[in-house]
């Protein structure tokens, strides 16, 4: 019984192990083009999602400031995406509700994305676009829900994870 459960772990975890986010916008680890930040648009930018572990039965994209001065601040909470989207195009519509899924509320106070805005002069701030597989179909929480819940909610939940980083400065 053993080896049938390191097999079905090793199994699942080589099907995880392309998975991947990315922007066609900016390289891993470059500065976020100013279009996507409060100096610019403020839009969300194109992301692709590829090789989502079969075993998903939802996704949820997070993105996380993790150098603001008063701690991780949340910028963007998808969630209750299908496990078969591809990826999300530039300027998703901010709102609870978009497109069949649903978008919380962020540390801005409103539902959709709010692009990086650091304090002048901060230094560079990474902004981590984490993209989440679950094993829930749905997270049982309305439209709008505040951002740390609906990231509190998917703990324990998480088949795997895939991430694409920026930096912004001002």
Known sequence: ??????????????????????????????????RYTCDGADVS?????????ANAASLVLAVLDPDAPGGTFVHWVAYDLPPGLKGLPEGVPKG????????????FGFAGYGGPCPPPGHGPHRYFFTLFA??????????GA??????????GHVLAEAEWMGVYQR
């Not at 930018?45 to 572990?53: D, K, Q, R, S, T």
């Not at 609870?96 to 540390?107: R, S």
Request: net charge neutral; glycine share 10%.
């Open 1 to 34: 019984m053993r080896r049938v459960y390191l097999l079905l772990l090793f199994w699942g975890m080589a099907m995880a192990a392309g998975f991947k986010i990315y922007s066609p916008a900016f390289d891993y680890g470059a500065p976020i083009p100013s």
């Open 45 to 53: 930018p194109p992301l692709v999602f590829e090789h989502v572990p």
């Open 96 to 107: 609870p509700l978009v497109d069949g899924f649903k978008q919380a509320l962020n540390d």
């Open 134 to 143: 679950l094993d829930l179909p749905g997270l049982g929480l309305g439209p």
């Open 146 to 155: 505040p951002a740390r819940e609906v990231l509190a909610a998917i703990k």
